[in-house]
């Protein structure tokens, strides 16, 4: 049975069918990829879009694995600039933090108490030290962005405890995504475990859609409550990035107007990486 404009609504409302469920169900709305553009901003991503964010991740993975292979005590942070500037280049890609907002470098190295956006220069790594290199590629205009913390020759307790929080964090976020979960369920997982060990989570920065740009929306906060924010739908594309530090979350910039240090000075560790909600679940696609 058809349900006519002027009949009453199916819903109970008492209002006729056109003034009430009708729109709600008109074509415009039921597109869920206008609706999450119309209220949220965030742009679906689709298949062939999806394939190119892969391949940008590839080269983010590729690049963070060369990394690895190169950092030790005794070698400069802008020698993790050059090695990852370089080898962006030379895959016909580019570094998008260079002059990302007036960003100095091609990649942002964050070394113990720095929280992110450390800037690459003179510095030394040392012994002991725990240090994240923040990786984002634009390969053929698309974009993915992924970043670890490595931990550079005999670490401190505390050192490996930071260091496996955060990391612990970022498997707990990712797990919870999928069709019908909400940004909120991320945040709650992420914030539950880390404040369950004793850490804080930073509020100041946050994960983000992207793809198409470097950061997009939405915002994909490390904290929350179960069953809040924006409802996930296959095609989101964004990351997940928890700042675990040891000590309080209160956060301060340096002087150089782009690094983040902990109030305290307490240890701060970061993992990271893309992901796309699929109908299944998820897909990272800067996977480790
Ligand atoms: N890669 C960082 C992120 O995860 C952003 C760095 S912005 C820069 O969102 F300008 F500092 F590079
Ligand atoms: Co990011
Ligand atoms: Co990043």
Same mark, same amino acid.
């Given at each position: 049975m ?8 199916p819903?109970g409302?008492g ?12 074509k415009?709305e039921?597109?869920l ?16 879009d999806?394939?190119g ?10 690049t963070?694995?060369?990394v690895?292979?190169?950092?030790r005590a ?13 080898f ?5 890609a ?5 002059n ?10 964050s ?7 450390g800037?690459?220069g003179?510095r030394i790594? @040392?012994?002991?030290? =725990? $240090? %994240? #290199? ?6 053929n /205009?698309?974009?993915?962005d ?5 931990l550079?020759?005999q670490?401190?307790? @505390?050192?490996?405890? =930071? $260091? %496996? #929080?955060?990391?612990e964090?970022?498997?707990r /976020?990712?797990e919870?995504i999928?069709?019908g ?10 914030q539950?475990?880390a404040?369950g060990?004793?850490c ?8 983000h859609?992207?793809g ?6 939405p915002?994909v ?17 964004f ?7 040891l000590g309080?979350?209160e956060?301060?910039?340096l002087?150089?107007?782009w690094?983040?240090?902990t109030?305290?000075?307490?240890l701060s560790a970061?993992?990271?990486?893309t ?5 299944e679940?998820y ?6």
């Amino acid at each position: 049975m058809k349900i006519g404009r002027n009949d009453p609504c199916p819903c109970g409302s008492g209002l006729k069918y056109k003034k009430c469920c009708m729109r709600k169900t008109s074509k415009r709305e039921t597109n869920l990829q206008d609706l999450y553009y119309t209220k949220h901003r965030i742009r679906l991503k689709e298949d062939k879009d999806i394939q190119g964010i892969r391949t940008a991740g590839d080269l983010v993975m590729q690049t963070l694995g060369l990394v690895q292979g190169h950092i030790r005590a005794g070698i400069s942070t802008e020698s993790i600039n050059s090695l990852v500037h370089d080898f962006t280049l030379k895959h016909n890609a580019v570094p998008a933090p260079l002059n990302y907002n007036g960003f100095p470098k091609s990649v942002c190295v964050s070394i113990n108490e720095e929280i992110c956006h450390g800037i690459p220069g003179p510095r030394i790594i @040392e012994e002991g030290d =725990i $240090v %994240n #290199v923040d990786v984002t590629s634009i390969v053929n /205009g698309y974009y993915a962005d992924a970043n670890q913390t490595f931990l550079v020759g005999q670490a401190t307790e @505390e050192a490996r405890k =930071i $260091v %496996n #929080v955060a990391l612990e964090c970022l498997r707990r /976020g990712l797990e919870q995504i999928g069709p019908g979960k909400t940004l909120g369920d991320i945040g709650w997982a992420i914030q539950d475990y880390a404040e369950g060990r004793g850490c804080s989570v930073v509020r100041e920065m946050v994960g983000h859609g992207v793809g198409f740009d470097f950061h997009e929306p939405p915002q994909v906060p490390h904290f929350g409550k179960k069953g809040e924010g924006i409802e996930l739908i296959p095609g989101m594309v964004f990351t997940v990035e928890p700042m675990i530090n040891l000590g309080g979350r209160e956060l301060k910039i340096l002087e150089d107007k782009w690094t983040a240090v902990t109030k305290d000075r307490s240890l701060s560790a970061q993992f990271e990486q893309t992901v796309v909600v699929t109908p299944e679940g998820y897909e990272s696609l800067t996977p480790f």
